[in-house]
């Protein structure tokens, strides 16, 4: 994996990221062949893997006996054009944000609605950051976020509609769908992520799962968190 995105750092002009976490999706894990076990196994995994990547990434030569992985002065030949920043997703306050405050430079709240305490794991993460002697405004702090925008309520309601075809969803699916979505026009979206923003979150994470494949609700959804972060003095 760290071989592998510093190749997409080069390729990309060192625009590379590298989004990691312990997992939650049994049936991804079942079909790709992975083995899923048990929380406590994921995390352990994580924090294995987050050893060697990270000491390849910053150019050392990691040598790893754990009981997942093992590694032996790993390479890592050629070296990133750029510090690839490591973001691991996740709320949890016990482990994710002690492996945050260890190992990455971002934050990635998972929050699909935007329903997250965001000042409480602010907290909770500069309590782990002082825990590793780490100064927390070195950490970005972002947030996952579930959209659907369009721009009209005419056409949000078509490529709810649209989608719930080709799933074969009820009306009730579509229901829930904008009750866990943020869902919307462009302003009613982007007053949402505006106080998301506002919160203390120092950047958006916005996926499409509805209608990111209708053209144009890509940009439509860049311009209108840029304005949201913009608003809040992102």
């Not at 997942?68 to 990133?80: E, I």
């Amino acid at each position: 994996l760290a071989k592998t995105v510093t190749a997409l750092d080069h390729v990309s002009g060192g625009r590379a990221t590298l989004g990691i976490g312990a997992g939650w999706f049994e049936l991804e894990h079942d079909a790709l062949g992975f083995e899923f076990g048990t929380f406590t196994d994921r995390f352990e995994k994580l924090e294995e893997a987050l050893q060697i990547i990270v000491g390849m990434l910053r150019g050392e030569r990691p040598t790893v006996s754990g009981d997942h992985y093992s590694v032996t002065d790993a390479l890592n030949s050629p070296a990133p054009l750029s510090s690839i920043p490591v973001m691991i997703g996740g709320n949890g306050e016990r482990k994710t944000l002690r492996l945050v405050a260890r190992y990455a430079d971002e934050s990635n709240l998972m929050g699909m609605g935007g329903d997250v305490d965001v000042a409480r794991k602010l907290a909770v993460l500069a309590q782990h950051c002082e825990h590793e002697g780490r100064d927390p405004s070195e950490i970005a702090v972002t947030m996952l976020v579930g959209c659907v925008v369009a721009p009209s309520a005419a056409e949000l309601d078509s490529d709810l509609r649209a989608m719930a075809a080709a799933k074969g969803w009820g009306d009730g699916v579509i229901d829930m769908v904008k009750q866990i979505l943020i869902c919307g026009d462009a302003d009613t979206v982007g007053e949402r992520l505006a106080d998301i923003a506002a919160s203390g979150v120092t950047g958006l994470v916005c996926n499409l799962p509805v209608n990111g494949h209708v053209p144009g609700r890509v940009s439509l959804m860049a311009e209108v968190a840029d304005r949201a972060l913009t608003a809040a003095g992102r």
